[in-house]
């Protein structure tokens, strides 16, 4: 069984930059095409795809959060980040990182973290 | 930027067929993934590339493509099967990820 674990703050406020880790115990970062996303979820709305980076450090971000979003990972402790600046009210959501199964060509979401709420509010 | 459309909601009576579908022009070139989402759960994968089901899914699970339009079946729909339904799939460059607005399947 894989499992991914969300970590960072319950609690931001307006303007400040989120930091979000993903840690992935049970399979390497640098396995061939291995990859971890993160996505969000909005109280009672839909599944938002933010970014993913792989194994060989390529990395997408959402095309309209791009300028606020940076994702990193660190093969060694098994980490992915990610940070988000500027946070307002509207990026209250969980916050939810996934992996990636190693398969050349897809992009979809395999075991999932069980997602940790961030609240933004001053 | 591009889009997955979906129902809102679906309803179907225990025992029935439910069908969810979910329509993008770039269906017909990349594949689409299915999650169930249950409250306060996270997502989980029940269909990947169109049609194959995940170990562990039931066989009341399948998933079937034509143009651009992929439909997620559920046959002989149980209780346990309500839940949010979300399709996923890539843009025509495989570059950037898109999930569907959801679908609310209710078990009457």
């Known amino acids: 069984q894989v499992t991914l674990k969300e970590s960072g703050p319950v609690l931001v406020k307006p303007t400040e930059t989120l930091t979000l880790t993903c840690t992935v115990p049970e399979f390497s970062l640098s396995n061939a095409r291995m990859g971890v996303s993160w996505i969000r979820q909005p109280p009672g709305k839909a599944l938002e795809w933010l970014a993913h980076i792989f194994s060989n450090d390529e990395k997408s971000y959402s095309t309209s959060l791009n300028s606020r979003l940076t994702i990193s990972k660190d093969t060694s402790t098994g980490q992915v980040v990610l940070t988000m600046t500027n946070m307002d009210p509207v990026d209250t959501a969980t916050y939810y990182c996934a992996r990636i199964p190693p398969t050349y060509g897809e992009c979809y979401f395999d075991y999932w973290g069980q997602g940790t709420l961030v609240t933004v509010s001053s | 930027s591009y889009e997955l459309t979906q129902p809102p909601s679906v309803s179907v009576s225990p025992g029935q067929t439910a069908r969810i579908t979910c329509s993008g022009d770039?269906?017909?070139?990349?594949?689409a993934y299915w999650y169930q989402q249950k409250p306060g759960q996270a997502p989980v994968l029940v269909m990947y590339k169109d049609n194959e089901r995940p170990s562990g899914i039931p066989e009341r699970f399948s998933g079937s493509s034509s143009g651009t339009k992929v439909t997620l079946t559920i046959s002989g729909v149980q209780a346990e099967d309500e839940a949010d339904y979300y399709c996923?799939?890539?843009?025509?460059?495989?570059?950037?990820?898109?999930f569907g607005g959801g679908t609310k399947l209710t078990v009457l």
């Open positions: 996923q799939s890539s843009d025509s460059s495989a570059t950037y990820v898109v």
């Open positions: 770039a269906l017909p070139k990349q594949y």
